[in-house]
């Protein structure tokens, strides 16, 4: 492409001579991204695709704008753009922003956002140079990997950046997007309920919420489900055999807030233990698949004991098995897991041979809280869940004890706190 090419292209997704549609604004990530802005590190954005990544730089370009910043000052790459298929390499990137000098000639600080990165062979060191040049300029970069930031990709960039995953919509940020109400005095009505029993079903995807139909909610989410192994799983790993992929992919969302074996998986589905580990590895680096490891202060112990698995959104889960209703506890405990990632909660889940506990957060080398999900509230499920608890708490003695729940009548208990799903997701 020549520099004109480059330009024309460019134009199509930058403010430079337009207005551009920054869809649903992302207060509880714009406002953390706000305070970094005048860092000098390189920010990466990463998440799973379609939450929202690439409208959150949208609306970080639209707000830079409104404080005073020239149009021709922000330069915006979507790297999955067709015209810049063939030519994703660091020759590339260089050739594009000095075609943007060049056209532009901008004076004062630029701001440079390349949007799916990881397509770019290289792409570390050509912001690296930047960097290290002092050039006048602040970097973003956003990737649907995990591993955007690892290996030589580390050792280059080390100290020179800061991350943030971007998920799906939580349940507060759901009611925002509908322009719904949840003062603390609706809090448990009957819509409220029925707004959230909505979320569990089909998610927090954008795009999701905003189609009317069902049939329509679950074909996007299946093509965001085939859309996220193809391109993020099958092509950038180079795996031909899809059909394996594919049904530890199905198995694994059968069975979130479950302790998943691979070995005992690979058993069942017919797959060597060793692929379907590594399979496990790509799902969480792609944000299809979350886990929970076991908490002990023994890392043997950690890694000889199965992990917990989730999903990165219940709407997408229940669209690929097909279950909802009969599911609806494992479905809370993946929105609570969800919501504590959201609140950059350190995770794990812990046992013996008589109770399990749903989450054990870590702060620094200490355990601070033990957390159960629980739909509802009844005799045979308190005593299970309080037992369980208390167990936890005689283990790890300065931690505090919870249990979340939907429905039912709490006790008074001097030691466990029993705070209501809607309390929890809305933290009013």
């Known amino acids: 492409m ?24 992302r207060s509880f990530y714009l406002e953390k991204l706000e305070r970094l802005m005048r860092m ?11 939450s929202g990544k690439s409208v959150i730089i949208l609306q970080i370009i639209e707000d830079l704008i409104e404080k005073g910043v020239h149009p021709k000052n922000t330069l915006y790459v979507n790297f999955e753009e067709p015209n ?63 591993k955007l930031l690892t290996g030589e990709i580390s050792t280059l960039l080390s100290g020179r950046y800061i991350s943030e995953v971007v998920y ?24 409220l309920y029925n707004y959230l029993r909505e979320y569990i079903e089909f998610g927090g995807f ?20 085939n859309s996220i192994l193809e391109k993020d799983v099958l092509l950038r790993h180079k795996i031909r055999n899809t059909k394996d992929v594919s049904e ?28 379907a580990r590594r399979y496990f590895g790509y799902f969480e680096e792609s944000f299809l698949l979350q886990f929970t490891p076991f908490f002990s202060y023994s890392v043997k112990k950690q890694i000889y004991n199965p992990q917990k698995v989730f999903s990165i959104d219940t709407g997408l889960r229940n669209a690929v098995s097909f279950k909802f209703s009969s599911d609806i506890g494992k479905l809370l405990e993946n929105i609570v897991l969800l919501e504590f990632l959201r609140r950059k909660k350190v995770l794990y889940y812990w046992e013996n041979k008589k109770t399990e506990i749903d989450f054990v957060l870590r702060r620094g080398h200490e355990v601070s809280e033990l957390v159960n999900v629980c739909y509802l509230l009844n005799n045979k499920s308190l005593e299970r869940e309080m037992q369980s608890l208390e167990d936890g708490m005689a283990e790890f003695k300065r931690a505090k004890a919870k249990i979340i729940y939907w429905e039912g009548e709490p006790p008074k208990h001097k ?14």
Do not use: H
């Not at 701001?111 to 570390?124: A, K, P």
């Open 84 to 146: 810049f298929s063939d030519d994703l390499n660091v020759k590339f990137l260089v050739r594009m922003f000095d075609a943007y000098l060049e056209a532009f000639a901008p004076k004062g600080k630029m701001y440079l956002f390349l949007d799916e990165v990881q397509m770019v062979s290289g792409w570390e060191r050509f912001v690296v140079s930047l960097y290290d040049r002092k050039v006048d300029i602040k970097i973003f970069v956003t990737g649907s990997s995990s």
């Open 415 to 428: 030691k466990i706190e029993f705070v209501n799903i809607l309390d929890f997701l809305l933290d009013v």
């Open 248 to 275: 530890v992919a199905n198995f694994a969302m059968a069975n979130i807030a479950s302790q998943i074996s691979s070995y005992r998986m690979g058993k069942d589905l017919g797959i060597a233990s060793l692929s």
């Open 206 to 225: 954008p795009r999701v919420i905003t189609e009317s139909d069902v049939y329509g909610k679950r074909l996007v989410l299946m093509e965001y489900f």
């Open 168 to 191: 799906p919509l939580g349940f507060k940020e759901f009611m925002d997007f509908k322009k719904e109400d949840y003062s603390p005095f609706l809090i448990k009505s009957p819509k």
């Open 2 to 25: 020549d520099i004109s090419e480059i330009i024309k292209t460019l134009d199509k997704w930058n403010f430079w001579n337009q207005k551009v549609d920054t869809g649903f604004r």
């Open 40 to 50: 000098p590190e390189v920010i990466a954005i990463t998440g799973v695709r379609r």
